[in-house]
Structures are given as C-alpha cells and as structure tokens.
C-alpha cells in the first residue's frame, strides 16, 4: 500500500482516517502578446499550445523549468489550511488573515 506523508510538516497520513489534499501547482511563462494587435491571435494561440504540450511532457526532464514547471505536493488538513491562507508563503500575512474577525 502506498504511503503518503505531509509534505509541509512530514507527518504521516493514514489513509483510513487522515484526509489527504493535494495541492498541484503550474508555474509557466506569461506570453503576453496581446499588445501586438489581433493580427497575432494564431500566435499566440500557437504559445498556449506550446504550453500545453510542454506540460503533458513534464515527465521530461530536458524542458526548462523557467519555461513551465509542475508542482504537486500532498497535504495534511492542518497543513492545507495553512496554505490556503498563505498559499505564496508571504512573511506576516497569514497572520494578518487569521487576525481577520467575521462578525
Ligand atoms: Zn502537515
């Protein structure tokens, strides 16, 4: 059987009683060719699609991360909701969120 642990604070997950989340992440270069006038739509429809491509052939590891890169990262409830409140890791603005009150 597979055994899966957090990735933030490694603890191990039981799959019978620990929810698992997964967190899967793309991080890719912007083509922003908008500013060259519609004339360019197959272009940049063609960049998307290079895009694409490039992330179904993630397994290869010849293609530049600073191109596309994919993420995935298995959390544990308390760890996910961590991240969802500071999915960037920003310093002081989990805090900031959690101080946040709902009336
Ligand atoms: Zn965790």
């Known amino acids: 059987m597979i055994r899966y642990s957090c990735d933030l604070c490694k603890r191990d997950l039981d799959p019978q009683h620990d929810l698992r989340y997964v967190v899967k ?46 993420l995935r990262f298995d959390l544990c409830p308390e760890c996910r909701n961590k991240f969802a409140k500071n999915p960037l890791g920003r310093e002081n603005f989990a805090t900031k969120v959690g101080g946040f009150s709902k009336n």
Do not use: Y
């Open 25 to 70: 992440m793309e991080v890719f270069a912007a083509m922003d060719t908008a500013a060259d006038g519609e004339d360019d739509n197959n272009d940049h429809l063609q960049e998307i699609q290079d895009i694409l491509e490039c992330l179904d052939d993630a397994d290869d590891d010849q293609i530049g991360e600073e191109v596309c890169q994919q």
